[in-house]
Nanobody, 123 residues
């Protein structure tokens, strides 16, 4: 059974950094596409960054390019999202997701989700 658990969210000032963690269990991490998504109330969930195992291609949304970095530790079954230079518009609930065959960083391509962790960027 695929399980994902996010942690590391919190309140941070603009320009600050956070590292989100996603603990994965029930599957072999390096065989799955993994994504970080975020959602604010009243808006659709959007893809932030995704990696697929077939070619290790990592996607970043334009809004986070150069600021966020997705990484994973297959030995520990952990996925991370390092977020730097945070902006108020990064405020959202962040979700980790997994799927063995996802190609694009679309919500519709992922079927296993964590419970989410709140990130608030505010002074």
């Amino acid at each position: 059974q695929v399980q994902l658990a996010e942690s590391g969210g919190g309140l941070v000032q603009p320009g600050g950094s956070l590292r989100l963690s996603c603990a994965a269990s029930g599957f072999t991490l390096n065989y799955y596409s993994i994504g970080w998504f975020r959602q604010v109330p009243g808006k659709e969930r959007e893809g932030v960054s995704c990696i697929r195992p077939s070619d290790n291609t990592t996607y970043y949304a334009d809004s986070v390019k150069g600021r966020f970095t997705l990484s994973r530790d297959n030995a520990k079954n952990m996925v991370y999202l390092q977020m730097n230079s945070l902006k108020p518009e990064d405020t959202a609930v962040y979700y980790c997701a997994a799927n063995p065959v996802a190609i694009e960083c679309y919500v519709s391509e992922y079927d296993s989700w964590g419970q989410g962790t709140q990130v608030t960027v505010s002074s």
